[in-house]
Each structure stands twice: as C-alpha cells, then as structure tokens.
C-alpha cells in the first residue's frame, strides 16, 4: 500500500506542477507581445527612454507569477482605418475625400511601450484616433491645395499627410504601413466641368485623326485597288503569255509523244511479227509436223493392233472349238462311268441284300439315323410340362418308345430297303414277281402351336 501512495501522490505533484506551470508560463504570439506589470517585472533599460517600470515580451515565453503580477497582451498585427474628410480647396471649392489608412504598432520596444501606455486596455479605439488624427492634417493639407493638384498629384498629398503626421504617430507607437487617396468628389461639379474642355478638346483632336486616318485610308484602300488592278492586268498578261508558251510547249510534247508512240508501235509491230514468228508459226509447224507422224504412227499402230486382234479371235475360236470338242467327249465317258459303277453298286448291293440282310439294314439306319432321331423327336413338340420317373433309366425308356411310335424298326428297314430295290430294278420275289409294296410309316414332324 505504501508503494501505491507514494505512486498516487508522484501523479498528483506532477499534475499539480503541470498546472502551476500553465497558471504561471505565459507565451507570447508572433503577432502579439506581452506586457508584464507588478512585483519584479522590469524591463532591460532602453536607450532614449527612463525605465519603463513594466517587461514587455515579445516571440519567446516568460514566467507571471499569480497575484504579483499581471500580463495584458498588446496586438502587433495591421490595422485598417477609414478616412472621410469634408474640407475646402485653396479655391474655396468644396471636396470629399475618402481614403484608408493601414498602420500597426511599431515593432522595438520604444513603439510598443508608448502603444501600451496609451492604448493597452483601448485598444479597440485606436481606429477613431487615427481617423481624427489624419482628417485633422488632412484638411490642413488641402486647403492649402487647387482641386487640380488633388486630381493630378495623389502623391504629394499622401506624401505631405504622412509626413505632418509621423511625429504624432511615433509618440504613439504606430507606424503607417500604407496611406491611399481612393476617392475625391466635389458638389459643385468643378472636377467634371474641369475636364470637359479638355474632353472636348480630345474629342476634337480625336474626330479630326479620325478624319484624317479615314481619309488617308481611303487614299491608301484606292492606291492599293490601283495597284492590285496593275498587278492583277500584269498577272494575266503573264499567264497569258506563260499559257502560250505551256500551249506550245504541250504541241510540241504531244507531237514527240505522238512520233515517240508512232516509232515504238512500229517497233512492237516488229517485236510482234518476230515473237509470232517465233513463238507461233513455228512451234505451229512443228506441232503440225508432229500430229502428222503421230497420226500416222496411231494409223500403224490400228492396223497391227486390228490384224493381232483376228488372228486372236482366229486362235481363240479354235481352241473354244477344241474345248467343247473335249469337254462333251469328257462328259459323256463320265456319265457312261458313272452308269457302269451305279450298275456295278446295285448289284453290289443286291447281293449283298441276299447274302447279309441285317448288315445292309444296319448300314442304311446308321445313314438316316439323324432323320430318325429328328422325327421321334417330333413326338415332344406340343409337350409343355413332362415328368419322368426312375430318373435315366426312365429317360432311355422313353426315347426307346418314340423312336418305335415314330416309325422306326428293323422290319420297317426291310421293306425300305426292299422297296428301294424294286424301283432300281434289281430285285424280284421269289416267284419271280415284285414283291409288295412296302408299308408307308408316317414320320410326324413337330406341330405348330
């Protein structure tokens, strides 16, 4: 806790110190200085004057201590008064004049102690006094003036007024940064009546130079038109002359252009003939020459190609002759062969017949076997649902049964195959006569839906 009083009373001294230097520092502006008065407050002695018995500050700060001493500021900036005079010429002619008047305290020290001694807390009244101080010169001034010198020398008068009221100013502190006559009227219109002659006069003056500039104008506007027609008659006659010449000069152009084009169309008429000659007739010619040979040549060539072509036709009818000749001498030993062998095999297989009956039969199942098989198939075409029993022994039970409903058997065979003899001719009974015909087994084939 001891840490934290001693902390809390060093913020406090320090705020207090802050403040007793802000009640006690004053600063003095660059526009302003300060006047100090009371215990202690002296300035540095000035030369020309006792001592001030107050400090005067200025651009820099200084310490005031309360309820010792006192600081009052004095402003230094520019001050503007206005000026309106009511007063006689040296003519006994009544004028106005307005004018202004910019002045300040003086910046050394001399300056700023007397404006503080007499306007430090009036300073608002320092325009009225300077009014009444340059109205009272002012006046002094131009009565001892003519309106004319008001109107034609400004200078003197501002001059004359600055100077009758420096010693006044410096005793009290100020200085005129600037005095200006802005205006001057008069009730009696003596300034404009004062102008008038001369106005008329330059009127005057202006009109005649105006006359005489017209005048010479107008002589100079006809010099110039003469000369300009002059030169303009010079002018066409040059282009005249100079078109002449352009004419002639063009006469002769054309006439070497026109013997120039005549010589050089001679001259292409010539490169013409030759590049014809060259590059026309003569190509022509061989080229004629050529289609002469090639057609004569193609002639040759039609002849040796037509006789090659009957002499082809010749050989090729003749072996087409021969062919024919050949192939049906081919034809008719293969079908006299053929004869012989199928003669041969039925009487082969007659024999056979009579000699082996089974074995034949068994031979001619085993070729149509697949038919067999296909037609006792037929038998299940419009099954949809089937059940079998004892499984595979089942199974060939049945199949065995629709190869026997489908008209398959070795005694059917027999009568097939002795039926098929009978057509060829080879076999007869054994009273000599055809034996009877065999019985048809139908082979039903599967049924449509």
């Given at each position: 806790?001891s840490?934290?009083a ?28 300060l ?16 001592s001030?018995g107050?400090?005067i500050?200025?651009?820099k700060?200084?310490?005031?201590l309360?309820g010792?001493?006192v ?8 001050r ?8 006689v ?10 004018g ?7 910046d050394?020290l ?6 503080a ?9 320092m325009?009225g006094a ?8 002012l006046?002094?001034?131009?009565g ?10 400004r ?6 007024t600055?100077?009758s ?12 940064d ?19 002659p ?14 005489e500039?017209n ?8 010099e110039?038109?003469?000369?300009n027609?002059?030169?303009?008659r ?5 282009k005249?002359e ?6 002639q000069a ?9 013997l ?6 001679e001259?292409?008429?010539?490169r ?13 010619d061989a080229?004629?020459?050529?289609q002469?040979?090639?057609?004569e040549?193609?002639r ?16 090729k ?5 021969e062919?024919i000749?050949?192939l ?19 009487k082969?297989r ?16 085993a ?41 398959t ?7 097939l195959l002795?039926?098929m003899n009978?057509q060829?001719?080879?076999g007869?009974g054994?009273?000599?006569s ?7 087994v ?8």
């Amino acid at each position: 806790m001891s840490v934290l009083a001693v902390a809390i009373a060093a913020v406090v001294a320090i705020i207090v110190l802050i403040i007793l230097f802000k009640l006690v520092w004053r600063v003095a502006e660059p526009n302003e200085a300060l006047i100090i008065s009371g215990l202690g407050a002296k300035s540095k002695p000035v030369s020309g004057m006792d001592s001030l018995g107050f400090k005067i500050v200025t651009g820099k700060g200084t310490a005031v201590l309360p309820g010792f001493q006192v600081s009052r500021r004095l402003r230094l900036d520019s001050r503007a008064a206005n000026l309106e005079v009511n007063c006689v010429t040296q003519q006994g002619i009544p004028v106005a004049v307005r004018g202004v008047v910019i002045y300040k305290v003086g910046d050394d020290l001399v300056s700023i102690a007397n404006a503080a001694r007499r306007f430090l807390e009036q300073q608002a009244s320092m325009d009225g006094a300077i009014h009444e101080l340059f109205t009272g010169h002012l006046r002094s001034i131009i009565g001892n003036l003519t309106v004319e010198d008001l109107i034609l020398n400004r200078e003197r008068l501002t001059s004359e007024t600055r100077i009758s009221a420096a010693d006044e100013m410096s005793k009290l502190g100020l200085v005129v940064d600037s005095l200006q006559i802005q205006e001057i009227d008069d009730e009696t219109d003596y300034i404009t009546n004062l102008g008038r002659p001369h106005a008329a006069k330059v009127a005057s003056s202006a009109r005649i130079a105006e006359a005489e500039r017209n005048q010479e104008a107008t002589e100079r506007e006809q010099e110039t038109e003469r000369q300009n027609a002059a030169v303009i008659r010079d002018t066409e006659m040059k282009k005249a002359e100079y078109e002449g010449q352009v004419q002639q000069a063009a006469q002769q152009a054309r006439q070497e252009v026109i013997l120039k084009e005549t010589r050089n169309a001679e001259l292409e008429a010539e490169r013409t003939e030759k590049r014809l000659e060259s590059e026309v007739r003569r190509p022509a010619d061989a080229k004629a020459y050529e289609q002469i040979k090639l057609a004569e040549a193609e002639r040759d060539e039609r002849i040796s190609y037509a006789q090659a072509a009957a002499t082809e036709v010749q050989l090729k009818a003749e072996r087409e002759s021969e062919a024919i000749r050949l192939l049906g001498e081919a034809e008719a030993d293969a079908t006299r062969q053929k004869g012989l062998a199928e003669a041969e095999a039925i009487k082969a297989r007659a024999v056979a017949l009579a000699e082996n009956t089974d074995a034949v039969i068994a031979q001619q199942l085993a070729e149509q076997w697949p038919q067999i098989v296909e037609a006792g198939a037929g038998v299940f075409g419009n099954v949809d649902n089937m059940v079998v029993l004892n499984g595979a022994e089942g199974v060939e039970d049945m199949l065995a049964k629709a190869l026997t409903l489908g008209g398959t058997g070795l005694g059917v065979a027999r009568q097939l195959l002795g039926n098929m003899n009978v057509q060829n001719g080879h076999g007869t009974g054994s009273n000599g006569s055809a034996p009877a015909a065999a019985p048809t087994v139908p082979v039903e084939g599967p049924k449509e839906d």
